[in-house]
């Protein structure tokens, strides 16, 4: 049986019924609360606050929209990358706020390294399953993804890594340095068990990037779907592979 629920991370997933998902700052307050490192982040709701946590962040700097009614952001216009100086920022603030049930800027740190996808899906033969693969825009092109049912450990993300044709980059290629695999064992391993817990009130969590490089790997993006139907359509096709 898994393990119960911390109160703040229910508390984020009653509040988010209503609108049938999880806004990006909530659900990347929850992977912190379950261990998994994340960019440091603010969730600034006016213009005034976006100029002060950029100031605390630092530049260059990501945004993100944060509303109710944008689940895929990058649809619409609604991710800036290398946000340098303070104008760029106003000027990125204004047209994030002319969008529908705008909710404020997330601003978070810009982080560099090689793009995976960790997800996790309540499949209705295999139940929780946990997906591992090359991220990033490509995801839906290469297809390069293996998946396992939860609970998984140190050796199922071992054999994860392995079975994807680009695995070889994960360990370095071509001179490029390996990435922390001790630091993407923490996160997948993590992450399974927090998919357990959650088991009964979602359909999907998707991670995607996860950014892994020497130094660590990275949540840069979360998307935690509630299970209650109306927002299916909008997550990617479900799972059909054998997940072994």
Known sequence: ????????????????????????????????????????????????????????IGYPLVAKIVSPAVIHKSDIGGVAVGIGSEVELKTVFGRFARQEAFAGVLLEQVVEGLELIVGGKIDTQFGPVVLLGIGGKGVEIYKDRTLRMAPIQERDVLSMVGSLKAGRLLSGFRGESPIDMQALIGLMTAFSKLLLKMADQITSVDLNPVICSPQGCIAVDARIILKDGRYETAHPKPITADPH
């Open 1 to 56: 049986m898994a393990t119960r629920l911390k109160q703040r991370i229910q508390d984020i997933l009653d509040r988010s019924i209503s609108q049938g998902w999880v806004l990006e700052p909530d659900a990347k307050q929850i992977l912190t609360l379950e261990g998994i490192t994340v960019p440091e982040f603010h969730w600034a709701r006016d213009l005034d606050q976006a100029v002060a946590c950029a100031r605390a």
